[in-house]
């Protein structure tokens, strides 16, 4: 068996900062490594239907941006499979076998559901299909018998689920599925980066997000109006960088060449921090620090996007190709599936025969 990556997001908007450190930076890293089999990278439109069923117009829209950002943040449709989720309708059929694995107790214990669920204001009137995600995702994930799968922390809890529903299939019919294991960003600050605005999360719903195809306009206006340290007022005042969103970006973004080449009193990020929470730095010199390391990151996203976007139909053409890719491994898969639980009926030559010897009598 080989080791193979899958991953993806949502498209109900471009993707930002907190999408890019979470997992899309890594999975470019992990395509240039090549020390995977293969790479599968979707976008999870069923998903993102489960809370967005009254504007799948949003969702259509998206598909193009999402795919934009992939390729301009680097990822290679020679290197890995660029697909939809919607056009692999094998991900539906394993969706609703696993579904029989599994109870609403177990579902509704997942504390990343419980979160979606109280985010969404869904306590009271809960989608089914939003419910039902976790199975879905299992699917995503199964079906391609992924060993892999780069995600933030937050996401722990649903491969939990896939875990125990890949266990509870393979003791139940044969061992056709994999267990996948998360790889975690290795930055430990940028598992979760919060929002400009220093919340937990960093959101399109929030308005506190950067874009990664955000103009170096765009990202100043964001930057400089970033949340720092409200106790540090004046220049000279002791500051604190923990939970200040400009030193989690820091510690996310920037490294010792930043400083060389942007800040070269200092040597690298311990320093400044030094002088921070002594006292004697001011917010906004941090912040136009941030402003140069984020935006000397983003450009080559940009020009690259500028390149891209002069040809739309090329990008659909990408994504036909990555779909048709994926839905052959699909295919092969849920034949397996299916033999396993035994409803193969048309291709099960004894079966046939056993009942035409039943019969026969």
């Not at 939970?243 to 973004?253: H, I, M, P, R, S």
């Given at each position: 068996?080989?080791?193979?990556?899958?991953?993806?997001?949502?498209?109900?908007?471009?993707l930002?900062?907190?999408?890019?450190?979470?997992?899309?930076?890594?999975?470019?890293?992990?395509?240039?490594e090549?020390?995977y089999?293969?790479?599968?990278?979707?976008?999870?439109?069923?998903?993102?239907?489960?809370?967005?069923?009254?504007?799948p117009?949003?969702?259509?829209?998206?598909?193009i941006?999402?795919a934009?950002?992939y390729?301009?943040?680097?990822l290679?449709?020679?290197?890995?499979?660029?697909f939809?989720?919607?056009?692999?309708p094998?991900?539906?059929?394993l969706t609703?076998?696993?579904?029989?694995?599994?109870?609403?107790?177990?579902?509704?214990?997942?504390?990343?559901?419980?979160?979606?669920i109280?985010?969404?204001?869904?306590?009271?009137?809960?989608?089914l299909?939003?419910?039902c995600?976790?199975?879905?995702?299992?699917a995503?994930?199964?079906l391609f018998?992924?060993?892999?799968?780069?995600?933030g922390e937050?996401?722990?809890?649903?491969?939990?689920?896939?875990?125990?529903l890949?266990r509870?299939?393979?003791?139940t019919?044969?061992p056709?599925?994999?267990?996948?294991?998360?790889?975690?960003?290795?930055?430990?600050t940028?598992?979760?980066?919060?929002?400009?605005?220093?919340?937990?999360?960093m959101?399109k719903?929030?308005?506190?997000?950067?874009?990664?195809?955000?103009?170096?306009?765009?990202v100043?206006q964001?930057?400089?109006?970033?949340?720092t340290?409200?106790?540090?007022?004046?220049l000279n005042?002791?500051?604190?960088?923990e939970g200040?969103?400009?030193?989690?970006?820091l510690d996310?973004f920037s490294?010792?060449?930043d400083?060389?080449?942007?800040?070269?009193?200092?040597?690298?990020?311990?320093?400044?921090k030094?002088?921070?929470?002594?006292?004697?730095?001011?917010?906004?010199?941090?912040?136009?620090?941030?402003n140069?390391?984020?935006?000397k990151?983003?450009?080559?996203?940009?020009?690259?996007?500028?390149?891209?976007?002069?040809d739309?139909p090329?990008?659909?053409?990408?994504l036909?190709?990555?779909?048709?890719?994926a839905?052959?491994?699909?295919?092969?898969?849920?034949?397996?599936?299916?033999?396993?639980?035994?409803?193969?009926y048309f291709?099960?030559?004894?079966?046939?025969r056993?009942?035409?010897?039943?019969?026969?009598?």
């Amino acid at each position: 068996m080989g080791k193979i990556i899958l991953t993806g997001d949502r498209p109900t908007g471009k993707l930002h900062l907190g999408h890019y450190v979470g997992s899309l930076r890594r999975r470019v890293q992990l395509q240039e490594e090549g020390n995977y089999d293969r790479m599968f990278v979707f976008m999870a439109d069923v998903q993102a239907l489960t809370d967005n069923a009254d504007n799948p117009e949003k969702i259509r829209q998206n598909i193009i941006e999402v795919a934009l950002d992939y390729l301009s943040a680097g990822l290679d449709p020679q290197k890995c499979v660029l697909f939809i989720q919607s056009q692999i309708p094998e991900l539906a059929e394993l969706t609703t076998y696993l579904m029989n694995l599994i109870t609403v107790s177990r579902v509704q214990r997942n504390p990343t559901v419980k979160t979606e669920i109280k985010m969404r204001n869904f306590e009271a009137n809960i989608p089914l299909g939003f419910f039902c995600y976790p199975v879905s995702q299992a699917a995503d994930i199964t079906l391609f018998k992924a060993t892999t799968v780069p995600a933030g922390e937050d996401q722990e809890p649903m491969l939990e689920v896939t875990r125990e529903l890949v266990r509870r299939f393979n003791q139940t019919y044969a061992p056709v599925l994999v267990e996948p294991n998360i790889m975690l960003p290795e930055n430990q600050t940028a598992r979760r980066l919060p929002g400009t605005d220093g919340k937990e999360k960093m959101s399109k719903s929030l308005g506190n997000c950067i874009y990664l195809s955000d103009s170096a306009e765009d990202v100043w206006q964001k930057v400089r109006s970033m949340y720092t340290d409200p106790t540090h007022v004046n220049l000279n005042d002791p500051g604190h960088v923990e939970g200040n969103a400009v030193f989690t970006y820091l510690d996310a973004f920037s490294t010792d060449a930043d400083f060389a080449e942007f800040l070269p009193e200092y040597n690298n990020l311990d320093e400044l921090k030094e002088h921070y929470t002594r006292g004697g730095l001011g917010d906004m010199k941090c912040k136009k620090f941030l402003n140069q390391v984020l935006n000397k990151m983003l450009e080559p996203l940009r020009q690259r996007r500028a390149e891209y976007e002069k040809d739309i139909p090329e990008i659909f053409n990408i994504l036909k190709r990555g779909t048709d890719e994926a839905r052959a491994v699909a295919a092969q898969t849920m034949d397996e599936v299916r033999n396993a639980m035994r409803i193969n009926y048309f291709t099960d030559e004894e079966l046939i025969r056993q009942q035409s010897e039943k019969f026969a009598k």
